[in-house]
């Protein structure tokens, strides 16, 4: 072997074990919590626009349909209940609201490893949803959710860097009670993963059995209520101007609990809210301020996240068009007005019309995961495993997710211009002394890892290179991951005294670990 191919396999050994030794968190390129807010389609001229649109709608046409409870709660703090029975909102009470709400959340992790702490511009990826169907790549076909399906979702992302934390995406299809369905889903997604849970309560009779439930994994009420490691994603209304009735109470109940909520606001844009992009924030937006108000005159500053979470509508068809450009600039937009406000906030992006992982599901993802991000949208919800426009998860897609929101969040680091960046000390040394290349050089041996993602499944290699490992298929390669993950407890699975507790007291569905 000549000198030179012992200088080459040398250098890509030692490539090769750069890349495989681990990296501590903060020298990571990307991790939980990296700033964006570089992109601002709305000029602050546009902002103040969209935020006096939505102060006039709710002062001159309110929200109908509060409950007795919220009509008093709301009344009391200043709102008016005209004779039409909607409740409106003075502009010196949202500004006075506005004052008291929480500026900083932190939603927690339950081993403390992975908390999300939410203000300014932030950006963490995550779960979300309802989907009914479970794709199955392999098959061609959907089928119905279990919770085994979401217990295993949640395994999966406790093993995905990119993943930071876990809102249930889809929905336990064969657990019929609403009750047992409601405390099963916490518990399926606490023995999947310790990173952060969302979920949703069927109905407010059900609040005193799930806080039971909670505060037993917790290890009592006081062990949750300080680190509160499960949030409640709150359809607190229903678009257009409209309070959802039990929604409400359940958010009454999770206030008193000591559980944040996500305020979320879902219009359809040409169908619930103003077709144009702007209408459709300045309606989300007045909806979820109405529910700011909601929280604080109940307990000012409890942890609340603002939930502008419009969708876009294919106005050809009336379907949902969630992987649609329409769909990125919805949610960009309604990160702006969090930071407008100051409010920690969350929205809806990575989603995908597409039925299976395929590019069109690709290009979907990455369109408006990436906007997300730029924007500095605290929470990007439903950013992995989701398809046919929220109908259905797919395992395999959620693998794939992570690699996507890994090139989203190298978007969202951006560029680093300094002295050591610039690099004109390498150019003259290179140009001038040395071998006319930058292969090799300490400087860029030094940021193979910390400045560059690569993927985890992504093939870089060759056509010849690809032909010889026998033209790897990604979506075998992606469940070769899920096989993998799946064949393991996960970390996070419940001692077994605390499990044979809960077993004991409630009707556990899913089958023993």
């Not at 040395?434 to 870089?460: A, C, E």
Request: overall charge negative; proline content about 5%; charged content about 20%.
């Amino acid at each position: 072997m000549s000198s030179s191919n012992v200088r080459r396999s040398g250098g890509r050994a030692a490539r090769q074990a750069l890349r495989a030794a681990p990296l501590e968190k903060d020298l990571r390129p990307i991790r939980a919590g990296m700033s964006g807010g570089t992109y601002k389609p709305l000029s602050d001229a546009e902002v103040l626009r969209i935020h006096h649109a939505a102060l006039d709608a709710l002062e001159q046409i309110g929200l109908a349909d509060a409950p007795p409870s919220g009509v008093e709660i709301l009344t009391k703090a200043g709102a008016i209940q005209g004779d039409d029975g909607r409740i409106r909102f003075p502009r010196a009470l949202i500004d006075d609201m506005l004052a008291v709400a929480s500026k900083k959340v932190t939603l927690y992790s339950r081993d403390g490893e992975n908390d999300l702490e939410l203000w300014g511009d932030r950006v963490h990826y995550g779960t979300a949803g309802a989907a009914v169907h479970l794709v199955d790549v392999h098959g061609n076909e959907y089928r119905e959710c279990t919770v085994q399906d979401l217990h295993d979702a949640a395994k999966i992302v406790q093993k995905l860097d990119n993943l930071h934390f876990f809102q249930r995406p889809m929905v336990c299809r064969d657990i019929p009670d609403n009750l047992e369905m409601d405390y099963n889903t916490i518990y399926a997604a606490c023995q999947g993963t310790t990173k952060h849970i969302g979920t949703s309560f069927s109905e407010p009779s059900h609040m005193k059995t799930c806080f039971d439930f909670i505060y037993d994994v917790a290890g009592g009420e006081g062990a949750y209520r300080d680190r509160p490691f499960v949030s409640n994603s709150n359809c607190f209304v229903v678009p257009p101007m409209k309070f959802a009735t039990e929604s409400c109470e359940v958010m009454e109940a999770c206030i008193r609990g000591g559980m944040p909520v996500l305020l979320l606001s879902a219009g359809m844009a040409g169908a619930t809210a103003p077709s144009t992009i702007a209408g459709a924030i300045v309606q989300a937006t007045a909806e979820c301020l109405a529910g700011m108000v909601y929280v604080n005159a109940i307990a000012p500053g409890h942890p609340a996240i603002f939930g502008t979470w419009p969708f876009g509508l294919d106005l050809r068809t009336g379907s949902m068009s969630i992987g649609s450009g329409e769909q990125a600039l919805l949610t960009a937009g309604c990160s702006q007005m969090h930071k407008f406000y100051g409010l920690p906030g969350g929205a809806a992006a990575g989603a995908s019309d597409s039925k299976m992982p395929d590019m069109q599901s690709g290009w979907e993802q990455m369109c408006s995961n990436v906007m997300a991000g730029l924007s500095g949208l605290n929470m990007v919800y439903e950013s992995a495993g989701m398809h046919a426009s929220l109908l259905g998860f797919c395992h395999e897609s959620l693998i794939l997710g992570d690699d996507i929101i890994g090139q989203a969040l190298r978007c969202v680091r951006g560029i680093e211009v300094t002295d050591e960046t610039l690099a004109l000390d390498q150019i003259a040394d290179v140009c001038m002394n040395g071998p006319g290349h930058y292969l090799g050089t300490n400087q860029t041996l030094s940021r193979m890892q910390t400045d560059y993602v690569y993927p985890t499944l992504g093939d870089r290699t060759s056509p010849k290179e690809w032909a010889e490992k026998d033209k790897p298929n990604l979506l075998v390669k992606a469940t070769k991951v899920k096989e993998g993950i799946l064949s393991k407890p996960s970390d996070a699975k419940f001692d077994g005294a605390l499990d044979k507790m809960l077993r004991n007291k409630y009707a556990i569905h899913l089958n023993p670990i």
